[in-house]
């Protein structure tokens, strides 16, 4: 019955070879994506079910019982997550073809499939692996099909950041070669599970070192302040779809990563003093980094920056409420970062320009539009009745139960960098949708080429975040699959009470930890 | 627990530090090769993790288990040389995109974050600057590009971003103003 385990990394696989040889037919093509995107949900769906209601779900995959073969591996945390990655990315894929379908004549849709199911199931095999070296290889099936993603159709500035991405991504991935290596030649084994009992009993240094080395590997995967240089650098240039399915999914699985290794292999009794001030560190300069940006999906990537000082002030705590916090803020996040890049995609679309100072007297975004937007703006703010305030109130608490001055502090960061998102989103609101002009009129009318324009030499191509297309109104499937988007997210905050029981469990699980090991080693016996 | 012996230690540490010395350069040749040194030192280092010297595990009559070579590692390497070789192929076909779009193999640095770094200055300068980037973002060509990548002094390369910096963005001036 554990074979459905399979079913999120093998079905985008092999959809994604399938749809390389249908490369001619692009309707095939979409509909064998959206068709294995939604069988993966409705598996994930019946996983995660499964997995609250029995414990972890393991499958020995090649017939290799658990220490010995790969094993894949179900707890509450993977399971949750990988729902709800699967589910952004099913909204994502329809509003990418919604946006393929109002471009005609893109050459690059039929290369974008095979790589998005490929990233999918990179994903998929990376919440569900049970084994550091499958993570690796996760993480390089996923990363080497984001690189393929982020250089699509490449001008200047796709090759510029699409290089910097690539290579910080790779740097990071041979770090986590090093850090496996290290494992192996110190315990002897590559099994998350085994791992924990082995190295518990490696001397105290030599854990510290492999501990913060598979920091860092995650930490520059997930953003990290000091690490994060390369983000908001390399998202804002992709397509926005794209920008949208990597800000969601490809910094949460960093998250994840850290979550799984260090409750699993480095437990501690105490608040983690050093990502404590790492936590503060990537709140406080995300968000002043969003606070200065002018385009509009440079601003939306400082604020994932800062965001993810949210999951990691959950995890420095390192206690039930802290992780609750953080499972909490990672669902959610995934959810409202996605909705926001594909709410300003629709303003970029309808505007006709990405950067901020320049929306002035363009045509202003239609009332559904300025709703999108507002909706996950404000819960990423943390304001009220959305779901950053619950998950946002969950780490608050955590911090106060904690009580030591270490939290205090962390409390201050969180409160003060809400405020400041909000701050941020406010000024990005005032300039998007207050200060262009109402009416009819189109972009090139409202905003007439200033003289200086015929003698200066034509755009160059490679300027993709500022090029001036004409104002358009969005397909239905852009906007259908953006509220989708927004409708999840409240109704997260509505089910915020089961959530959050669900996410007590699974931080329940992570910190004890025998359950996560009893189910994978015990299979050792039948 | 395995011990590395001193020259496979010493053969690994100076492979990564070669690696991150060329990861540190400017120009995309360098950088590729440096992951390449780094993608084989962390080979190594996979292989090493094992013990070394002992024979492979081949059909015939059975040894005792402790006689043989760990063939752990060894699938992990190769794994890990495959995905690494595979990825090499794709920077190197990256890196030729960007030779062929720009005219030089040089990592260049953000538009947009020198833009706003300068924003300050640029609306403090005013009008005087104003025409100066004007003209200089006139003058913009592939060949000015070209020789600019050729000198690699530091003035020349501040000069060609600051050149580029104002074409992309040549109405900004006095938007901001």
Known sequence: ??????????????????SLALRHHHTTQRLLSVGVLATVLATAITLLVRADQRGPQVLPVGGWDAPTGVSLVADRLSALLLTVSILVALSVLVFAIGQGVTEPGNETAATFHPAYLLLTGGVGLAFLSGDLFNLFVAFEVMLGASYVLITLDSGRARARAGMTYTMTSLTSSLLFITAVALCYGATGTVNLAQLAGRVAELPEGLRSALSLLLLVVFGIKSAMVPLHFWLPDSYPTAPSPITAVFAALLTKVGVYGMLRTQTLLFPRDDTWILLAVLAIATLLIGVLGAIAQDDVNRLLSFTLVSHIGFMLLGLALFDVAGLTGAILYVVHHIVVQATLFLAAALVVHRTGTAALHRMKGRAPPTALITL??????????????????????????????????????????????????????????????????????????????????PASPPAPPDDEAHQEVPARLPGRLMLGATCAMALTGITLAVCAGPLARLSERAADDLLRRDTYRTAVLEEEGR | MNTLDATLATVVGGLFAVGFFLLMQRSLMRVVLGFVVLGHGTNLLLLSAGRSGDPPIVEGPMRQVDGYADPLPQALALTSIVITFGLTTFLLALAYRSWRLTGHDEVRDDLEDRRIGTARERVDAGERTDAGERTDAGERTDAGERTGAGERT???????????????????PEDLA
């Open chain 1, 372 to 453: 999108l937007f507002l909706v996950p703006a404000m819960s990423l703010a943390g304001i009220p009745p959305f779901s950053g305030f619950i998950a946002k109130l969950a780490l608050f608490q955590a911090a106060v139960a904690e009580g030591s001055g270490t939290a205090f502090a962390l409390l201050g960061a969180a409160v003060l960098t809400s405020f400041l998102t909000l701050a941020a989103m406010a000024r990005l609101g005032r300039k998007a949708f207050l200060e262009t002009v109402p009416g009819p009129s189109p972009a090139s009318s409202a905003h007439p080429a200033p003289p200086a324009s």
């Open chain 1, 1 to 18: 019955m554990t074979t459905v385990l399979a079913l999120p990394v093998l079905l985008p696989v092999l959809a994604a070879g399938a």
């Open chain 2, 154 to 172: 530091g003035a020349a390369e501040q000069t060609r971003d600051r050149r580029e910096g104002t074409a992309a963005e040549e109405e900004t």
